[in-house]
């Protein structure tokens, strides 16, 4: 008998067990779907292209087909654009775009080329299912702002200080490379200064809410674009240049030296230490004259007499000259056998005598090429160096000798000719 009973009593459990199934997986899907992330393919390209005489204009950008965040990002190309337009001098605006995934995040990063406005470079945004958000969910931006300020504590003037201070970091420029957070304070950048302060941190010495993967992608390799900025020294050497030694050997920093004749028998082993470490040494005149009140026999005594004092000293020859004061004529032009070096940036140490001061003022003027005159004959130009080194080389400087920038440059230096910029 009961063999049909028992086939239905199967039967029905196995009906049972379906519909179980269905209803579980109409209501608990197995796979959750996942949250869209927009991925290149959902996001529309889009070009801006304006051209005429003066200005060129060329815009990759993303279009997220969400209202506000492509609001943000139209306002923000359009202000470049405007200001391109604006130019009254020849002017090229190129920009491009990147996309990164970060966990559930979008990261995009304008790389932008202006021509006229070598520190215009990056603009980042972070973006959740097409929405810009801030950063405050990949890593703490109060633990930033507290470290950028300790930092820039005086580094930068008590004005940057503050501004910095009065700065939502939530809306400042960030951009993540491959181990490091890149702050650029773009806001800051004035007439006054000729350079965008900016903080890196990295990685590891802040605390990451989100993991990040950094692929090579990450990497932004003209970031780290060097500037060379020449050191020179002017009146020594003396007891204090032993010292300026000590420090620019920690920071791989080559200087030129434009020393006295006259001072050189003295500090033969400075001078000997000097040429060793990969400074450059060359001639301040014998006995600092002023070269325009001379004598042509006057002007060839101040310079052979130095030139022979070097060559006994190291074997090698002076081939650059800083006429004292700054003071040439064309007599003396036609007089000297080397070409002529002058400065562009004077921190004016040997008036000031203020370390902080010496260093405001050089960090504040750097710029790539730049050409800074000090003294190496006063303990507050040595001290100012240990806050000038470190700043500069933060902001990716390097520290060449006059021989090596123009060589960077492929810049000839020229008997007789007077060089204030080798560029
Ligand atoms: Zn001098």
Do not use: C
Request: net charge neutral; hydrophobic share 35%.
């Amino acid at each position: 008998m009961n063999k049909q009973k028992k086939f239905n009593k199967q039967r029905f459990s196995i009906v049972l067990l379906v519909i179980l199934i269905i209803v579980l997986t109409i209501f608990f899907p197995f796979k959750k779907t996942k949250k869209t992330i927009p991925s290149l393919k959902e996001i529309e390209n889009k070009t801006f292209d304006s051209k005429n005489e003066i200005y060129e204009i060329n815009i990759e950008y993303p279009f997220f087909y969400n209202e506000e965040t492509d609001e943000i990002i139209d306002d923000y190309l359009y202000k470049l654009v405007l200001l391109t337009k604006q130019s009254k001098e020849k002017v090229s605006l190129n920009i491009n775009y990147e996309l990164f995934n970060i966990e559930e995040n979008t990261y995009l990063v304008f790389n932008i080329n202006k021509s006229d406005d070598s520190y215009l470079k990056y603009k980042s945004f972070l973006l959740k299912d097409r929405e810009i958000i801030d950063y405050n969910s990949i890593f703490n931006i109060a633990e930033l702002k507290t470290k950028t300020l300790k930092y820039f504590k005086n580094r930068y003037s008590s004005t940057i200080y503050k501004q910095v201070g009065d700065l939502n970091f939530k809306k400042v420029d960030y951009l993540i490379n491959k181990d490091e957070i890149i702050i650029y304070f773009y806001d800051l950048k004035t007439d006054k200064m000729s350079y965008v302060p900016t903080m890196v941190f990295n990685i590891n010495d802040i605390n990451i809410k989100k993991e990040i993967t950094f692929g090579k992608k990450y990497e932004f390799d003209s970031i780290k674009q060097d500037k060379y900025i020449a050191l020179t020294f002017d009146d020594g050497p003396s007891d204090v240049t032993t010292n300026i030694l000590d420090i620019l050997e920690n920071y791989d920093a080559h200087v030129t030296f434009f020393s006295l004749g006259n001072r050189m028998n003295r500090y033969k082993d400075t001078i000997k230490r000097e040429v060793s470490l990969g400074h450059m040494v060359a001639s301040h005149t014998y006995s600092h004259k002023d070269l325009t009140t001379l004598s042509e026999e006057g002007i060839l005594d101040q310079l052979n007499s130095t030139n022979t004092t070097f060559d006994k000293i190291t074997g090698d020859k002076i081939t650059l000259l800083r006429p004292p004061y700054g003071h040439y004529d064309n007599f003396v032009l036609e007089t000297v056998e080397t070409p002529l070096i002058l400065w562009n940036i004077d921190p004016k140490d040997w008036y000031y005598l203020d370390h902080k001061k010496i260093a405001d003022i050089v960090i504040k003027k750097a710029f790539d090429g730049g050409i800074v005159i000090f003294h190496d004959l006063y303990a507050e130009t040595k001290e100012s160096l240990k806050i000038i080194l470190p700043e500069l080389t933060h902001q990716g400087y390097k520290f060449v000798t006059i021989e090596e920038m123009a060589e960077i440059y492929g810049i000839e230096l020229k008997k007789g000719r007077v060089y204030r910029y080798i560029q």
